[in-house]
Structure formats: C-alpha cells, structure tokens
C-alpha cells in the first residue's frame, strides 16, 4: 500500500522560509517522479514543481519558480520543497504525489497523493 506522508508546515510571517518533506513508503521510490501540488481554500489544486526519478531534472510553475526548490534522496525515500520568500498567497494545504512526467505531471494513481501539510503565511 503506497503511503506519503508530508511534515514541515506551519504558520511564517511573510518573507520567510519553511522546507516541507514528504516520506514515501509502500513504493520503489526511485521508479516514480515526485511532485508538489498546494491547494488554497476555495481555489483549484495546483501544481507546483516536479523532479525526474533520479533527480537530475526538475520543473517548476511559474509562480514559485526562483523561491521554491524541490529535491529528493532515493536513499531515504523523500521528497523536499524548500520554500523561501514566502508570500501570505503562498497559504494553502500542500501535499506531495508520485507520478510520471513534469511538466505534465500525472499522479499514479489516486492513491499515490499525500494527506497533506497546511502551510500559512501571515502579512
């Protein structure tokens, strides 16, 4: 049973940093692409960024690109979205999902998504 489990959120006043992982297990690891998806209240889920299965190539949405960077360790089994500069538009729940593709990513299944990390910036 695939299972990812995000950590790191909390609440950071405007202009700082949180770095968010995402522990997979249930899964080869190092079979899949990772990517991060935020959904605010109210809005639509949206793709933030990706990395390739071995982590050399990455992709990002416009809107965090320069401020967030994803990484992984295939050893450890995780994915990690370092955010900086964060903005009070950046609040949302996060959450991290194993997939294929990035710039188009498609997640693997509906069980390949994390519950979630809420994530809140204060102005």
């Known amino acids: 049973q695939v299972k990812l489990v995000e950590s790191g959120g909390g609440l950071v006043q405007a202009g700082g940093s949180l770095r968010l992982s995402c522990a997979a297990s249930?899964?080869?690891?190092?079979?899949?692409?990772m990517a991060w998806f935020r959904q605010a209240s109210g809005k639509e889920r949206e793709f933030l960024a990706a990395?390739?299965?071995?982590?050399?190539?990455?992709y990002y949405a416009e809107s965090v690109k320069g401020r967030f960077t994803i990484s992984r360790d295939n050893g450890k089994n995780t994915v990690s979205l370092q955010m900086n500069n964060l903005k009070p538009e950046d609040t949302a729940v996060y959450c991290c999902a194993a997939g294929y593709g990035l710039g188009r990513f498609a997640a693997a299944g509906p069980g390949s998504w994390g519950q979630g990390t809420q994530v809140t910036v204060s102005s």
């Open positions: 990395i390739s299965r071995g982590g050399g190539a990455t």
């Open positions: 249930g899964l080869t690891f190092s079979n899949y692409d």
